[in-house]
């Protein structure tokens, strides 16, 4: 059997015996991979480097059908994120969108387009301003969405379908926002205000149209929570189970350490 080649995504890795690592990887040729990499563990060099989290490296393993692991036979860093491994919150975001991608992504399917937007999407954590971080995973988690198939409804309410008055409310479940009357009925969560609506959009906006541009829209922390939590809930809630993600949770720890009354801007505008 002839080894296969693909640039891969490091989602995360255990220790496996004494010396190997269980390694799990979006690939761009294979989708969702799990491997074990012989020596691989830290001290082996390259190829454990190669393995570690965060990394994309060119990957060659020996794919089996039907078989839930595959052999590493090498690996070699093809790009890497210095800034994020030196920064704890660019790591912090890092890690969102890799561990949203090891939650949801099950399959061993190849979405190249899914592989580009986790490789931008980690590029652009390494290098944007602190205050644009939100930005980008918000747009990264929006991709997930429309990669999965389920994109939230963002011009009319979800429910009802009126699409005149303000959308004052999100609706996990229901998939989108929702009108206030909707909200007064006991769906979906609250919005500071329809600001946070308006980001939705735009950032959705940027989405589709392949921007990374911002929205120049300044949010205060309690309406970037908003954007934040009403993301993270809907794709819990759309992909059919409780997204735990770890890094979120140590996001929201960071932000609370930051202290409530630190209103920074949000956008470049
Ligand atoms: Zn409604």
Redesign the pocket.
């Known amino acids: 059997m002839a080894p296969v080649k693909s640039r891969a995504i490091v989602l995360r890795s255990y220790k496996l015996g004494e010396t190997s690592k269980l390694v799990v990887c979006y690939t761009r040729d294979y989708g969702k991979v799990r491997l074990v990499a012989k020596g691989g563990r830290k001290g082996g060099g390259r190829l454990g480097a190669a393995l570690e989290p965060l990394m994309v490296s060119g990957v060659v393993f020996y794919l089996k059908e039907g078989r839930d692991l595959s052999l590493v036979s090498g690996a070699e860093i093809e790009r890497e994120f210095p800034s994020m491994r030196r920064d704890v919150v660019r790591m912090a975001y890092g890690s969102a969108v890799v561990e949203l991608v090891d939650r949801t992504i099950h399959e061993r399917e190849r979405d190249t387009d899914l592989f580009d937007h986790i490789e931008r999407s980690l590029a652009e954590m390494d290098l944007v301003n602190e205050d644009e971080l939100d930005q980008a995973l918000w747009r990264f988690e929006l991709s997930l969405a429309a990669a999965l198939g389920y994109s939230p409804e963002l011009s009319a309410?979800?429910?009802?379908?009126?699409a005149g008055?303000p959308l004052a409310g999100f609706s996990p479940t229901l998939g989108g926002l929702?009108?206030?009357?909707?909200?007064a009925l006991g769906?979906g969560i609250a919005l500071t205000t329809v600001s946070v609506a308006e980001v939705l959009r735009l950032v959705a906006a940027d989405v589709r149209s392949g921007s990374a541009s911002g929205t120049g829209v300044r949010l205060t922390r309690a309406e970037r929570d908003d954007v934040t939590r009403a993301l993270h809930d809907f794709l819990g809630e759309q992909g059919g189970y409780q997204l735990k993600i770890k890094s979120m949770d140590f996001l929201a720890q960071i932000r609370r350490l930051d202290g409530a009354g630190t209103e920074t801007g949000q956008g470049n505008g």
């Open positions: 309410c979800v429910q009802c379908a009126a008055g929702i009108c206030a009357r909707c909200g769906s």
